[in-house]
């Protein structure tokens, strides 16, 4: 799974990162684009990329989908969506059919349990940004995203038996413009694992007040 991540790619960087997807053209961010985040959690705004036919936009949105048919936000976040499950659970189906998108990391963190405790460990690939497969919704008026997560390769499973459905360049377009059937093809542990790398983060990082680049690495 994944609880917390980092964005510190920002301005014209990550929006020239995005620009270099396929099918993604000119990059439209009517707000702006996000500031440098180091420990970023549920609920909190993360940028999201949908994808149209005029090319992709980058928008913040809520991180925990909020499904069309919720009357507020009360209840635990849905910040990640099981990928064996997404196309028949009642919070996931109707957004899995039509409203497929990305979420920009540089990075994120996962913790393992050693002895009595657990410890933190910051994950990122070893060039580039990760770009995780993610479902959007409008319900309670705001827009909202999900992370979608599969088994984790095996590369990465003496950290977490789950991980994000992180995808290859080549496999955007097939994730937001598939059909419902060819987005479930890509639904596997993710072979962009091979390129992760994770270290010993910070004990802080487990406060969601800290907010800062240090969190990365224990030392």
Not at 34 to 60: C, H, M, W
């Amino acid at each position: 799974m994944c609880g917390r991540f980092v964005l510190f790619t920002s301005g014209r960087d990550l929006l020239e990162e995005i620009g270099n997807l396929p099918g993604a053209g000119t990059v439209a961010a009517p707000d702006g684009t996000p500031p440098k985040r180091y420990n970023i959690a549920p609920t909190q705004q993360v940028p999201l990329v949908r994808f149209g036919e005029d090319g992709a936009r980058l928008d913040a949105a809520r991180w925990g989908l909020l499904p069309s048919w919720k009357k507020d936000d009360k209840g635990p976040a849905l910040f990640n969506a099981r990928g064996e499950t997404v196309a028949q659970k009642p919070s996931f189906r109707s957004a899995f059919r039509a409203r497929r998108g990305l979420m920009v990391l540089d990075g994120y963190y996962e913790w393992k349990q050693e002895g009595e405790g657990k410890q933190p460990f910051y994950v990122a690939p070893d060039t580039g940004l990760l770009f995780a497969a993610a479902l959007w919704d409008t319900g309670c008026e705001r827009l909202s995203t999900t992370m979608v997560t599969t088994d984790a390769a095996e590369q990465m499973r003496w950290l977490h038996h789950r991980l994000p459905l992180f995808l290859e360049p080549g496999e955007v377009e097939q994730w937001v413009h598939g059909t419902p059937e060819e987005a479930l093809e890509l639904v596997h542990p993710s072979r962009v694992a091979g390129r992760l790398q994770a270290r010993e983060a910070a004990a802080e990082v487990g406060n969601v007040r800290n907010d800062y680049a240090e969190l990365m690495s224990a030392n």
